[in-house]
């Protein structure tokens, strides 16, 4: 079926550098989504994110936070700086539409040391 | 507030057996997933449903038609290999996103 490509699947940074997560969403998707997950937690929406703008964002997407997607390369979530809080597991997903299936990748684990 | 609510949060089963998750959805949802997430936390999409009910295999899975308010998840049989969490995520009310239930820690005993 459809794949979402997330890279790195780790990464290790220390505190207060940045940090690209980058995804490649399925090709003729048009939403793209952000989650995260500290371990055995549960689920957290990030940031959607269509035609070049942010839709929606949640309280957890800080100010440090940032996602883009130039010229329909790769979607990604920039944090600069990074905190120790920000160690976690972040998934990536995207969706033809609204309403339609979102495909998630495998994630990408992030280690703030 | 929270708008999926899944339980039970933990389930111990041993093969062989019958088991029934649910979501409950504080408001109206468009579309529900089911996804379960193994060990080395990679998340497999199980169902998509806007409405009534698909069956794979052992598992089914079922999305109320009229109020829209609640998705079940049934798994006939169990295999030691079903052992994950299980999240349902849904669409709706009134947001862009699909929204997780906090899992279901299912352990499958010899």
């Known amino acids: 079926g459809p794949k979402v490509l997330q890279i790195p699947s780790h990464q290790i940074i220390d505190m207060g550098q940045m940090v690209t997560l980058n995804c490649d969403p399925v090709s003729n998707h048009l939403y793209f989504y952000w989650y995260k997950q500290i371990l055995g937690q549960q689920m957290e929406f990030l940031v959607n994110f269509y035609n070049g703008k942010v839709m929606e964002k949640s309280k957890l997407f800080k100010d440090q936070f940032s996602v883009e997607r130039p010229d329909g390369s790769y979607f990604t979530l920039k944090i600069q700086p990074t905190a120790l809080e920000d160690s976690a597991v972040y998934f990536c997903?995207?969706?033809?539409?609204?309403?339609?299936?979102?495909?998630f990748g495998k994630g990408t684990r992030l280690t703030v040391v | 507030g929270d708008q999926v609510e899944q339980s039970p949060s933990a389930l111990s089963l041993h093969e062989g057996t019958d088991s029934a998750l649910r979501c409950n959805f504080t408001?109206?949802?468009?579309?529900v997933q089911w996804f379960r997430q193994n060990s080395r936390g990679s998340l497999i999409s199980l169902f998509y449903?806007?409405?009534?009910t698909k069956e794979n295999g052992r598992l089914k899975s079922a999305f109320d038609s009229k109020e829209r308010r609640y998705s079940t998840l049934h798994i006939r049989d169990a295999q030691l290999e079903d052992s994950g969490t299980y999240f349902c995520?849904?669409?709706?009310?009134?947001?862009?996103?699909?929204?997780f239930g906090a899992g279901t820690k299912l352990t499958i005993k010899p």
């Open positions: 449903l806007a409405s009534g």
């Open positions: 997903a995207s969706s033809l539409g609204l309403n339609t299936e979102v495909f």
């Open positions: 995520a849904a669409e709706g009310g009134g947001n862009e996103k699909i929204t």
């Open positions: 408001t109206t949802m468009r579309s």
